[in-house]
């Protein structure tokens, strides 16, 4: 082993002890209690050597945030390959709420200290342009255009050189079990996964076709983000188990319809059945009522003439 290669594993040795040092005391004391001093004493360094590896205590944050997102993401990995879109967004759904439930100051690291850590986490290049917390907008946007563009491209691949229609590939998600490079950014991929199965959902007439999936998935991702922040800042909440208030929320969100069945169907369905359902019951009343409006003159049938008093 060389001197230049020696250097360079000693340097990320200690790149991994200040944030191994740094993740414990964020676990166990919360973020506010984080400085270099702390970090530097706990590995037994100056503080002169962290800066040496981070600028502030804001890129340890950072670079907390983003491990955090790799760990989501590695979570993700396996339910994506849930063929039906729905039933794929609810094993995300749970995944996501019990990752914040099980890691909660890395959760609120990343989602409740400092919008530009979020940015970080969902994107270093758009939080290094200046945008800060809207930074994650413009990833999910992009991330949105990037599951369109895949959803078409696996809808063309269907329909052969001679213009008939092949046989469809059934759509698991596996394109996106990971990222495709070793840098690419996890909170990106994490949310691709998302994109992708609202995509599908919208493809088969499942979702509005005029509302942007960016738009879905940012309603989508705010109602798991509030019950994991109400989970971990409100000691009354829940009140029932955490499961259920969980399974309400996805079920409102994608239970209400069977798997393949378009947006609409199932209430005029019912609409259907209400109406045969009320037609004998109208036609009666029809019948009652034209019975009472028809004149004598229109059944042939006589009135009974009163009888006339008899004369004094």
Same mark, same amino acid.
């Given at each position: 082993m060389g001197i230049v290669e020696r250097k360079s594993r000693q340097k990320q040795a200690l790149r991994e002890r200040i944030l191994d040092a740094a993740r414990r005391i964020v676990m166990r004391e919360g973020f506010a209690a984080l400085s270099m001093r702390k970090i530097a004493d706990a590995i037994e360094y100056s503080p002169a050597t962290l800066y040496l590896h981070f600028a502030s205590r804001d890129e340890i944050a950072q670079a907390l945030c983003a491990e955090g997102y790799a760990q989501l993401l590695a979570t993700f990995v396996p339910l994506a390959q849930i063929a039906d879109p729905a039933e794929r967004l609810k094993a995300l759904g749970r995944a996501y709420v019990a990752f914040g439930v099980a890691h909660p100051e890395t959760y609120r690291l990343i989602f409740m200290e400092d919008p530009s850590y979020t940015g970080a986490a969902l994107g270093g290049a758009a939080a290094a342009a200046g945008k800060g917390a809207g930074g994650a907008v413009a990833v999910v946007a992009d991330a949105s255009a990037d599951a369109a563009n895949e959803t078409a491209e696996t809808a063309a691949a269907g329909v052969s050189a001679t213009g008939t229609t092949a046989a469809a590939p059934t759509v698991s998600g596996k394109a996106d079990l990971a990222p495709a490079k070793a840098d690419d950014d996890p909170g990106d991929a994490a949310l691709h996964i998302m994109l992708r199965a609202? @995509?599908?959902?919208?493809?088969?007439?499942? $979702?509005? !076709?005029?509302?942007?999936? #960016?738009?879905?998935?940012?309603? *989508?991702?705010? +109602?798991?983000?509030?019950?994991?922040?109400?989970?971990?800042?409100?000691?009354? *909440?829940?009140?029932?188990?955490?499961?259920?208030?969980?399974?309400?929320?996805?079920? +409102?969100? $994608?239970?209400?319809?069977?798997?393949?069945?378009?947006?609409? #169907?199932?209430?005029?369905?019912?609409?259907? /059945?209400? /109406?045969?359902?009320?037609?004998?019951?109208?036609?009666?009343?029809?019948?009652?009522?034209?019975?009472?409006?028809?004149?004598?003159? @229109?059944?042939?049938?006589?009135?009974? +003439? /009163?009888?006339?008093? #008899?004369? !004094?």
């Open positions: 609202l @995509e599908e959902l919208k493809a088969a007439g499942r $979702l509005s !076709a005029s509302m942007d999936v #960016a738009v879905w998935a940012e309603a *989508f991702w705010a +109602t798991l983000h509030g019950i994991v922040a109400l989970n971990l800042t409100c000691p009354v *909440f829940p009140s029932a188990p955490l499961d259920t208030v969980v399974g309400v929320a996805l079920d +409102t969100w $994608l239970g209400m319809q069977p798997a393949g069945q378009p947006q609409g #169907a199932a209430k005029s369905t019912r609409a259907g /059945k209400k /109406k045969s359902a009320e037609a004998p019951a109208e036609l009666h009343a029809e019948a009652h009522s034209k019975a009472h409006a028809e004149s004598p003159a @229109e059944t042939g049938v006589k009135p009974a +003439t /009163k009888p006339k008093a #008899a004369s !004094a």
